[in-house]
């Protein structure tokens, strides 16, 4: 995730423990083991460098691996291309040890490794960034504090994502090449090309980028460390999403008057699962989100007059829904790493009668934010301030710290709005209108 660090003990680059020794010299068919080997750590992220070997056969790529090795995609090993010198990782444990080993790979081989150990720090404090389209279709960049003014990242920024040190990544306009805006704000440039791109790139807490193929429908990844694109998933079905840990998953409703869908996942390791669901029986299905645990989450809206709608929970593992939260609303959902979020409006009535001058007046005031855990634990939080636009799918974003981000779209509280976890009243962070909001 974006992370500006304001713990002062931890914003200090650190070297931790020492270089491991090398292993015996290797023959000059493999590289020899690289040098320099260092680390640097701030907040909850570290930075591994090193230089060439000294000795040896010709270096085609590297390997980087660190452990313990939870929460990293690719069970913690990195591959990268022969002029890589650096490689970060991500979602690192407080209180942790960790070992980073670096090896040289050549054409016949793998050199020896050396390694170097970093601990995560005991406590940091860290600031998340939202990101936005504004009305213009200019990617930009708001603090999740409520306070502060935002700031452009990217013009032209429709189908944009972003990485967890900022980043910024675009589909071109042709949708043949994903364009970069770093988050140091240097000059944009091209990372690959000759691709065949949807409108809605994604992204994982690795920096791995995703899309669905415009010519063969596949999920498809770009790893961060840059090469070949792979196709995970060979079709993205009725819906898909990548989870923060890097899981994607395609969701797939079956034929028309039946209620069978199916679900398939890849986990960061490549283990791919496939699970056959049970819908709602005849509802028409809105959208589907991921947190960073493996769990899906479900938009379904009533086929009949009600114009209800409701979201389903999938947690990992299994393959039977289970209702997100227990009540009709009108409402905005949003995940993070963890868990699931719904804001929703005090009252709630069919379509009919809410659209009946003599019929029901629902109060659309939104005063409960609703958080679900992964264990199923619901937790309902008073909130004012903001009134819901009615009925239909709103999706939102929110923060590790459970603070959630809506645009509202039109009734007596238009613009772009933030409801802290805790309750209380809601913070609008600006009166123009917003789409595609991403906090990380």
Not at 112 to 132: D, G, I, K, M
Not at 242 to 248: A, C, K, P, S
Not at 402 to 421: C, H, Q, Y
């Amino acid at each position: 995730m974006y992370r500006a660090v304001v713990t002062a003990a931890a914003a200090v680059a650190l070297v931790i423990g020492g270089v491991s020794p090398a292993m015996a010299a290797p023959s000059s068919s493999v590289p020899g083991a690289p040098t320099s080997v260092k680390v640097t750590g701030a907040a909850d992220s570290a930075t591994v460098t090193w230089s060439a070997p000294k000795s040896g056969a010709k270096v085609t790529g590297w390997r980087v691996a660190v452990t313990p090795a939870e929460r990293q995609p690719d069970k913690g090993v990195d591959r990268l291309p022969a002029v890589a010198r650096s490689d970060r990782f991500g979602a690192l444990t407080p209180r942790t040890q960790y070992t980073f080993s670096v090896r040289a790979v050549g054409a016949r081989g793998t050199g020896p490794a050396v390694a170097v150990r970093y601990t995560a720090p005991t406590s940091v404090r860290t600031v998340q960034s939202l990101f936005a389209l504004d009305g213009t279709g200019a990617v930009v960049r708001y603090p999740t504090s409520g306070t502060g003014a935002p700031k452009t990242v990217a013009p032209n920024g429709t189908g944009y994502t972003a990485d967890d040190v900022g980043d910024v990544f675009v589909p071109s306009a042709d949708r043949t090449s994903i364009v970069m805006y770093p988050a140091d704000g240097s000059a944009a440039r091209t990372i690959a090309s000759g691709l065949h791109l949807s409108a809605d790139l994604r992204s994982d807490v690795a920096g791995n980028l995703y899309w669905a193929d415009s010519v063969s429908g596949a999920v498809t990844k770009l790893a961060v460390t840059g090469g070949t694109p792979v196709a995970i998933i060979p079709s993205h079905g009725t819906a898909w999403a990548v989870g923060r840990d890097g899981t994607v998953s395609a969701f797939t409703r079956a034929a028309p008057m039946t209620t069978t869908a199916t679900v398939v996942s890849v986990a960061p390791n490549g283990a791919k699962t496939t699970r056959s669901v049970e819908e709602p029986g005849y509802s028409g299905f809105g959208g589907l989100l991921a947190d960073g645990s493996g769990t899906l989450y479900f938009e379904y809206g009533s086929t009949g007059a009600s114009g209800a709608s409701r979201w389903e929970v999938l947690p990992a593992g299994t393959s039977t829904l289970v209702a997100g939260v227990p009540r009709l609303a009108f409402e905005y959902a949003a995940t993070n790493d963890k868990s699931f979020l719904l804001a929703q409006s005090e009252g709630w009535c069919a379509a009919p009668a809410d659209a009946s001058p003599t019929g029901c007046q629902a109060d659309k005031t939104v005063r409960h934010l609703f958080s679900r855990a992964l264990d199923g634990t619901i937790v309902d939080r008073t909130t004012s301030g903001v009134t819901s636009e009615g009925r239909g799918m709103h999706v939102g974003a929110a923060d590790v710290a459970g603070d959630v981000f809506i645009d509202v779209a039109s009734g007596a509280t238009p613009g772009l709005w933030r409801l802290p976890a805790a309750g209380g009243v809601a913070q609008q962070l600006s009166t123009g209108q917003f789409t595609r909001l991403l906090v990380i």
